[in-house]
């Protein structure tokens, strides 16, 4: 039975990883992602199911487009990839109500936290509609679990704190430190991980974003002076707080020893 599950989990998490796929590619454009057939983004040929099939059209067609011959990249079937084993791992074996809400719940997070990730790194922008839809699945769960004080001044602390060091920068450097959409996934982030929860992932988040643009400058893949997507930190870190809540909990409380 348990095979069952997992294959038919694989198999809804890489639908549903070839729809973030498209909504990656179009929502920063403001393209249809819903209605709209699937097409070559080089020869805007219209696909047919068949070459929609998640990971196996991709190995199927070698990955080239089917009537240009274009090269199809590898992102596509490894973010397909990865939401199947994601949903492989969050999906529960009872059936029951409450376990399949969690499971929509926390799948729906890293569903939206990968269509993030991508995008910030493609744009460098972290889109309010996402923003918007964490923000109201993270308030629906906390009205329910939560007092109002925890996530109210989560949300607080993860907006208020950014923005207040953004604009001390700016009034210092003439330089915008961090983009709104950073600031907004903070704030959203503080109403799930809580006053201490989100003051550990603003500290952990730059620590993360520093590291990550000295290696990258080092392997010069990126100039001092060229800004740099900050919100994969803020989501990789979110992620383990998330997901791996009693091991962020043990690294949180060495953070906040006295």
């Not at 199911?49 to 490894?78: D, V």
């Not at 059936?95 to 729906?108: G, K, Q, R, T």
């Not at 109201?136 to 989560?154: M, P, V």
């Amino acid at each position: 039975m348990v095979e069952y599950f997992s294959a038919f989990a694989f198999i809804f998490g890489t639908l549903i990883g070839s729809f973030l796929n498209v909504v990656i590619l179009r929502l920063p454009a403001g393209r249809d992602f819903v209605r709209a057939r699937s097409a070559c983004p080089r020869c805007h040929t219209q696909l047919r199911w068949f070459h929609n099939i998640p990971i196996i059209s991709f190995l199927f067609l070698r990955g080239r487009c089917f009537s240009c011959k274009g090269k199809i990249s590898w992102r596509y079937p490894l973010i397909e990839l990865l939401t199947g084993l994601i949903s492989i791992w969050l999906f529960p074996h009872d059936l029951s109500i409450e376990s399949l809400s969690n499971f929509l719940f926390y799948f729906s997070i890293a569903s939206v936290f990968i269509c993030h990730f991508m995008i910030d790194l493609d744009h460098q922008l972290l889109l309010d509609s996402l923003n918007i839809y964490l923000l109201i699945i993270f308030l629906a769960q906390a009205l329910q679990r939560t007092s109002w004080n925890f996530w109210f001044i989560g949300g607080c602390i993860g907006f208020g704190v950014p923005l207040l060091v953004t604009w001390i920068f700016y009034k210092l450097r003439g330089q915008v430190g961090l983009g709104g959409g950073d600031i907004k996934l903070f704030g959203v982030l503080g109403i799930f991980l809580g006053p201490l929860g989100i003051v550990f992932n603003i500290f952990l988040s730059c620590l993360l974003g520093a590291f990550l643009g000295l290696g990258l400058i080092f392997a010069k893949k990126l100039s001092r002076d060229k800004p740099m997507a900050f919100g994969p930190s803020i989501l990789l870190v979110a992620g383990f707080q998330i997901f791996f809540p009693e091991e962020a909990q043990i690294l949180q409380s060495w953070f906040f020893l006295p």
